[in-house]
């Protein structure tokens, strides 16, 4: 019943507080009905609502695991296609932020909190959560880079991976900086707009990554056009040995 009815405002509210006030074995349930559904649930505006409840209130993670997010990961190249699907992944990986999901949305599922089946601390069921979904997600980017840098609604979920997933990220920001090191993209608005929120997290990573695996003479090429020079500005403001090529920066502009 909750899966047939999910997919309408009315339906969604009433699915929700079914897994927030339902016993345990009735939880239990509810998330086996959803059984080949998972992906459909995501890519719904009101059905993803309910897979957050999940989210927030069972405390048997390992259930979650198997029963809702095996699905969620297996169909990873539909969520991140649909609006919906990029607001259930966002929510996974950056909880409550007001940054990442709607204010109006997080009022909403806080109806749930309180409920008297729920025990664990929520963010220890948050992280166990996370840690769960991480690693897919963190492969999914490193391997889909390219395609993820061909719309802002997309490649907006790379730097949101790099500073929430748990794992190594590094692999995510390598796939990146080959990305711009092998096809003249700096200009693309979309991969500006991912480097320009990576560029300005804190601790610089991706810029001592860039110092690290890209030769002078490339980066001193991304100076050539206007958002690469802006990248190029960030990567010196990181800090780190950028003495030559600052000076390699300098030669360049007095032959010009």
Known sequence: AVVSTQSTGEGSKIAQRCIWYGRVKD???IMRSFKGHVKDMACDPNGY????AVFDTVDDTVMVRKMVLGEVTAELDALVMSISGRKLL???LAGRESSQT????????RV???????????????GEILSAVSPAVITYCKENIESLLLDNSTASLIPLVVEHAKGDVGEVLTALISHLTSSDVMEQFPVHFALKK???MEGGVLGGMVLEQVDIPTICGWVDSNRGAWTVLRVIEGGGEVGE????????GRES
């Open 27 to 29: 939880r239990k349930l």
């Open 49 to 52: 609502l309910v897979l957050c």
């Open 90 to 92: 966002r929510y996974l």
């Open 102 to 109: 709607h204010t109006q949305v997080i009022e909403s599922l």
């Open 112 to 126: 749930g909190e309180g409920n008297a089946i729920s025990k664990n601390d929520p963010e220890v069921r948050r």
């Open 198 to 200: 990576l560029l300005k």
């Open 245 to 252: 090529l600052v000076g390699e920066i300098k030669e360049k």
